[in-house]
């Protein structure tokens, strides 16, 4: 079923769960639909007026269609409380201490995703509005806090280790954005004026994308954010480089 | 309409009283306010007497208590789903995955 | 099969008669409306830093004033409505005239409030609370000139009616009568939410 | 209120006129062609969608800057789309026009309760539609914040939200006026003997309807005051504080809340759909009925699922906003209630596909609609049920897949109906009939065309496109992997053969109104008392006064001469 659905390849944990809610309620539908569309098809051949030519007033007898019904409530019961309660549980509240994970913040904008890596003592510096500069500082990073001084920010460019727990702080900057990672069956809404945390486990490495699925402005379509998971070592490879970088920029600054 | 008019002059003062009552609960509410009690107990106090004042106006001047019980039902319909958004939202405010951002 | 039926006389099963039965409605759909409105007020009151006591910016005692002279105006406008029943024409017109007298009043009030807060700077703009305040009670003041000019009418041209057909012409008294004390119930509820909490 | 008027002026007669079956013709007239609108301005952003950043042919010239749809075009269209669609097409020609002009023969009335009130209602319609189209011509075109508006991108929007605000009010208000005109109606105006039970489908279906509409438009109200007062008089209702606008911090008060926008928005939108789906299986009902001739199968359990959606409906609604955030309790809840919302439909569906056995069943156009409209709604309603399970929709949000759940729902299925609808009650309006030919060329091209536009669909929101961008999605590498894009040119081609389809049923429709073959009153021996009324009706509707002796549908009644009994005729004879 998940083949014939076509769903992106799959590169999180959790979305192996996903995907079977996904394919089950798909075998229900599938069911109900041919087993009908068969009746249906089948209902309009035999009882066609040149065929039938009286009407039977009474009908259908008996409480087959009943048993359908229940059977279907019954169905929708069993992925209500097998399935789609504990998953969103999961989803929602099990979230890994943050001492065991990779922490970054994804700040959205009209049409970028903002980075934000704490660096190397794990803490991120403070954030202020008022220190936003669209070009040099869009996330209005204090470079006064000492917190601050070894941040990573990149813009549209998020990398994560793989197998190990990913937690993301999510919000945005004007208006509502949606953090969409198909392969990691991760999607969060990112809501102006609040932080909303979400958290996965990427198990295979190699490249893929962020997408906007909220329209967010007429540059919605563009939205368009980069996602490598890779090994540890090369995660942090890529983070040493990162605050190299840094270091040169600060250079030139001061 | 034989007795009309002395059944009329009770009607008269019944909203009269009613009238008196709704004062009285005014003046008791705003009482209240400056007695500056906890907020809870507080909305509590003014939403109850609000309520009673509501429900004195729609009994006697819209005659609520006489009135056909399908109008009745209709307003309990109303009241029930406007219940429904005002809870749910207080829900929505409570169970949500995320913090807000004070500034 | 012209007229439609149960404009005077009420449906045997029902008990009612058409327009009866449509203020009702629409007032359900009113309570909605006002209703939206309070449901957001309480949503952003929870959700705010810090909310400010009514009484710290709007004038309590105006305010009950004007609440009194409401619950006034929905006292003379059933009093008129029973002038009607008992066919005492000339009552009917006095007390209408009143409500009529009594709600602008409540809007002359209203008028005096609104240009105290703007001549202190205090503009829908200026706070979550005037905000709601303003968007509330604009709303209501709304609702009561609807009322004004629809009690206008039944005071002075419609009431030819009354010559020709008094029951009907009672009835859309009563129909009046129930929007005008809905109005007053809904300020019933504004005025503690606002003023007082 | 609706005393004799003898000789009327054109303008009273047509124009401002209170008669309710003048009036379901305005509203018929004017909802076609906003669907027809609201149509064009699709087929012109699937040309986009098809052949990126082309010149659009034809009306190219319009959109200047080398006739390319730029991407805030597309977003106007795209959100006026939806707009024009639901609250200026559907909704319109399924209660103003087929309500307003079957209700009240359905129930054997001389005309609404509140003649002046409906008059009112088709001219606020008519207002709110002249906003809204007036809003493509305002300083950065129409609204292009979606036809969900959220905040605070409608807030900072260019003025056309603002129009689209104010038509939403008008528009509001002519529902709200409409609704409590249904309502009376049909509790106040039965004929004698037309209990609750003997009420046709259809007239049940617009009451719920109506009921939706009432109870739940206002707090949309209440919300597009509230925008209207963010964008006019700068509050912060929808607007938290902090907020920074291509690198400007916004100068507001802040402290409101984005969400609160979207509960007030689906607490009407939700049961709005109802009120998209509920006429439209009216109809399907009235025609069904007639067409296999017997009764339907299992009507009170279909009255009673009807009457439970409507209830239900109110309390779903946060399922449009599983990934706002929500935590646990709340979703269960909303989760349980879609599932719950479910099984009414499927009861109701149920009941029309058995009513089909036994039947004899006549295939004529209106029918094969009908019939169209059974497989499509179950397609809709089958994948509204992922949607409804928040992981599922997890991957599923604002993808193509719900494009596609959703139109299943209102395009193959409610616009078949309301086809139906056209097709089996024309000869009551005008007293002739439609051509079947050219019906049947209107069905069969239309039925392989929409499916061609939405099949597709779903496999690219399984892929995970994502709805409401310009470019469909190439510029995203894994959009490309999956191997769906092609599917955008047929979709697009479909959508445009479509409207090729639709010149067969233009062309009827207007030429049977004065050369269509001419019928007696009741050309399709139906029961129901429309068509006791002489065809088209007079002022007042009918000749002598009725009295109902038996439930809506007494066809092939073991023993009567005929196979039909009309709910009128006294006994049998
Ligand atoms: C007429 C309109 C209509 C109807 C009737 C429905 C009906 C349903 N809808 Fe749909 N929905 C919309 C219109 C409609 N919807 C729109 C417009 C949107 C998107 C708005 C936007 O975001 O812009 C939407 C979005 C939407 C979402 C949000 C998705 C998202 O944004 O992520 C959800 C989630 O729960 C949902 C669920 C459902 C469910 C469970 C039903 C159920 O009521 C369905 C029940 C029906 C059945 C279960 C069918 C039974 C079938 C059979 C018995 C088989 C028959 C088979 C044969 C005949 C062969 N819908
Ligand atoms: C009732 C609602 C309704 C209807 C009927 C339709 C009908 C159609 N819709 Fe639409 N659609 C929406 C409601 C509707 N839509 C909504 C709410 C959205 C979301 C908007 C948003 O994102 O905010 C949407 C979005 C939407 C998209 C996604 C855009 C995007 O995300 O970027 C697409 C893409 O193809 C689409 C296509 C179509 C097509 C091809 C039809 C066709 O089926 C159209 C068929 C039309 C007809 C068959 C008309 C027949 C009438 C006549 C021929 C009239 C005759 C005239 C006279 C006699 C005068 N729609
Ligand atoms: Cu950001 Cu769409
Ligand atoms: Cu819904």
Redesign the interface.
């Known amino acids: 079923m998940e083949q014939f659905l076509g769903l992106p390849p799959l590169a999180s944990v959790h979305g192996a769960e996903i995907d079977n809610l996904i394919s089950l309620i798909h075998w229900l539908m599938l069911i109900l639909f041919v087993g009908w569309g068969i009746y249906f098809i089948y209902a309009l051949i035999r009882f066609r007026a040149p065929r039938q030519p009286k009407a039977d007033y009474g009908g259908v007898k008996g409480h087959f269609s009943s048993y359908i019904e229940v059977g279907v409530a019954i169905f929708e019961a069993v992925l209500l409380l097998g399935f789609a309660f504990p998953i969103w549980g999961m989803v929602k509240y099990e979230i890994p201490s943050e001492s065991e994970s990779t922490v970054v913040r994804v700040v959205s904008e009209q049409f970028v995703w903002n980075i934000h890596y704490p660096g190397a003592d794990g803490i991120f510096g403070r954030t202020s509005i008022d220190l936003v500069d669209a070009e040099t500082n869009p996330l209005g990073l204090d470079y006064d806090d000492p917190y601050a001084k070894d941040d990573i920010t990149t813009i549209n460019q998020l990398h994560l280790p793989v197998d190990k727990p990913v937690i993301i702080h999510l919000s945005a900057k004007d208006v509502i954005h949606s953090f969409f990672l198909p392969v990691m069956r991760v999607k969060q809404d990112a809501i102006p004026g609040m932080t909303i945390p979400v958290w996965f486990i990427p198990n295979r490495t190699g490249e893929s994308e962020i997408a906007c699925s909220q329209l967010c402005g007429l540059g919605h379509y563009r939205m368009r954010g980069f996602l490598t998971v890779e090994t540890q070592e090369e995660y942090d490879g890529w983070l040493a480089e990162q605050a190299a970088l840094l270091e040169d920029e600060e250079d030139g600054w001061w | 309409m034989t007795s ?2 002395s059944e ?1 002059d009770t ?2 003062r019944t ?2 009283a ?2 008196g009552a ?2 009285i609960l ?2 008791v ?2 009482t ?2 400056y007695l500056s009690l906890p ?1 809870g107990a ?2 509590v106090v ?2 109850s ?2 309520s009673l ?2 429900a004195l ?2 009994s ?3 005659h609520l208590i006489s009135e ?1 019980k ?2 009745l039902w ?2 309990l ?3 029930g ?2 219940l429904v ?2 809870f749910i ?2 829900i ?2 409570y169970d949500h995955a995320g913090t ?1 951002i ?1 500034t | ?7 005077v006389t009420p ?1 045997e099963d ?3 008669i ?5 203020i ?3 007032l ?13 007020y ?3 009151r ?4 810090s909310w400010p006591e009514g ?1 710290s910016i709007l004038n ?1 005692p105006i305010g ?1 004033f004007n ?2 002279v409401l ?2 105006s ?2 003379t ?3 008129s409505w ?1 002038a009607l ?2 066919k005492r024409f000339d009552r009917f017109r006095l007390y209408l005239g009143l409500t009529m007298l009594l709600s602008l009043l409540f809007l002359v009030v209203k008028g005096f409030e609104y240009s105290e807060k703007f001549s202190h700077h205090l ?6 609370f005037m ?2 305040y ?2 509330l009670t604009g ?1 209501h003041a709304l609702h009561i000139i609807g009322g004004l000019v629809v009690n206008g009418y039944l005071w002075g041209p419609g009431s030819k009616m009354w010559a020709s057909d008094p029951e009907r012409f009672t009835n859309r008294v009563e129909i009046a ?2 929007y005008w ?2 109005v ?2 809904v300020w ?2 504004l ?3 606002l ?3 | ?4 008027h003898g000789e009327q002026s054109f303008w009273r007669k047509y124009i401002f006129s209170i008669d309710h079956k003048i009036i379901g013709i305005q509203y018929g007239i004017t909802a076609l062609f906003f669907l027809l609108f609201g149509f064009i301005l699709m087929m012109i952003m699937r040309w986009q969608l098809a052949y990126p950043e082309q010149p659009v042919p034809i009306i190219g010239w319009l959109l200047g800057e080398e006739g390319i749809l730029l991407p805030e075009v597309y977003n106007s269209l795209g959100a006026m789309h939806g707009t024009i669609m639901v609250f200026l097409g559907i909704v319109p020609l399924s209660v103003g026009a087929f309500g307003n002009y079957f209700v009240p023969l359905q129930i054997g ?3 609404m ?3 002046k ?1 409906n008059m009112a209602s088709y001219w606020f319609y008519f207002l709110g539609g002249i906003v809204m189209l007036a809003s493509f011509f305002v300083p950065g075109g129409a609204a292009n914040s979606g036809w969900t508006s959220y905040p605070p991108l409608a807030v900072i929007a260019t003025m056309g939200q603002t129009m689209w605000l104010v038509g939403m009010v008008f528009l509001i208000t002519s529902s ?1 006026l409409g ?3 249904f ?2 109606t049909i ?3 039965r004929v004698k003997g037309l209990t609750w039970m003997r009420l046709p489908f259809f007239v049940w279906s617009q009451l719920v309807t109506a009921f939706l509409l ?10 597009g ?2 925008q209207l ?1 963010d964008r006019l ?5 929808f607007l938290p504080s902090g907020l920074v606008v291509s690198g400007q911090v916004l100068e ?2 802040g ?3 984005p969400l ?1 926008w979207q ?2 928005f689906w ?1 009407l939108a939700h049961p709005e759909v109802y009120v998209l789906i509920l006429p439209a299986m009216g109809i399907v009902a009235e025609v069904l009925a007639t067409n296999i001739r017997k009764p339907l199968w299992g009507y009170r359990a279909m009255v009673y699922s009807a009457v439970f959606l409507g209830f239900m409906s109110f309390i779903v609604w946060a399922h449009h906003m599983f990934l706002t955030g929500m935590g646990t309790t709340l979703s269960g809840f909303f989760q349980t209630t879609t599932m719950i919302i479910s099984i009414p439909s499927v009861i109701i569906l149920t009941a029309f596909l058995l009513s089909l056995w036994g039947g004899s069943i006549r295939f004529t156009t209106p029918m094969l609609f009908a019939l169209g409209f059974i497989p499509m709604f179950g397609l809709g309603g089958l994948t509204g049920l992922p949607l409804g399970l928040a992981p599922a929709d997890i991957h599923l949000h604002d993808t193509y897949y719900v494009i596609a759940h959703f139109h299943y729902m209102v395009a193959p299925g409610t616009i078949f109906a309301l086809f139906a609808g056209v097709y089996h009650w024309f000869p009551k309006i005008t007293g002739r009939r439609m051509n079947e030919t050219l019906g049947k060329i209107h069905f069969w091209g239309s039925f392989v065309c929409m499916n061609g536009i939405f099949m597709p669909m779903f496999a690219q929101g399984m892929a995970g496109i994502s709805r409401r961008l310009w470019d469909g999605g190439i510029s995203y590498q894994f959009a490309q992997d999956a191997g769906v894009l092609w599917s955008n040119e047929l979709i697009s081609i479909s959508a445009w053969v479509l409207f090729l389809f639709q010149i067969p049923f233009v062309y009827n429709l207007i030429r049977s109104i004065k050369g269509g073959e001419i019928v007696d009153d009741n050309p399709w021996e139906a029961t129901t008392l429309e068509w006791a009324a002489p065809s088209p009706p007079p ?7 009725l009295t109902v002796y038996r439930p809506a549908y007494e066809y092939s009644v073991p023993g009567a001469v005929k196979d039909f009994l009309p709910q009128h005729q006294p006994e049998e004879g």
């Open positions: 009309a008019s009329l009607h008269t909203y009269l009613v009238f709704l004062a005014t003046v509410t705003v209240v306010g907020v507080a909305i003014a939403l007497i609000a004042k509501g106006v729609a006697f001047f819209m056909q399908s109008i209709l307003l319909l109303t009241l789903l406007l958004l005002i939202l207080i929505a405010f807000i004070v | 099969m012209e007229t439609i039926p149960y404009t449906r029902t008990g009612l058409n327009a009866k039965l449509g009702w409605l629409f359900a759909s009113e309570v909605m409306l006002f209703g939206g409105l309070f449901s957001a309480i949503f952003l929870l959700g705010a830093v009484s309590v009950t609440t009194l619950i006034g929905s006292v406008m059933v009093l029973a029943a008992e503009y829908p703009a200026s706070s979550s905000a709601i303003f968007t709303l009568g129930l004390h809905f007053d119930l019933i509820f005025f503690p939410v003023y007082l909490l | 209120m609706a005393e004799v009335a001389p005309d309760t509140f003649p009130l709200l609704a409590v005109n309502i009376t509790i106040q105006l009432l109870l739940a438009f206002p707090p949309l109200e209440a919300a005051v509230m007062m008089a700068g509050t912060s209702f507001v008060t402290g409101g809340s609160l509960h007030l607490f002022h007042g509707n009918f000749t002598e006064p």
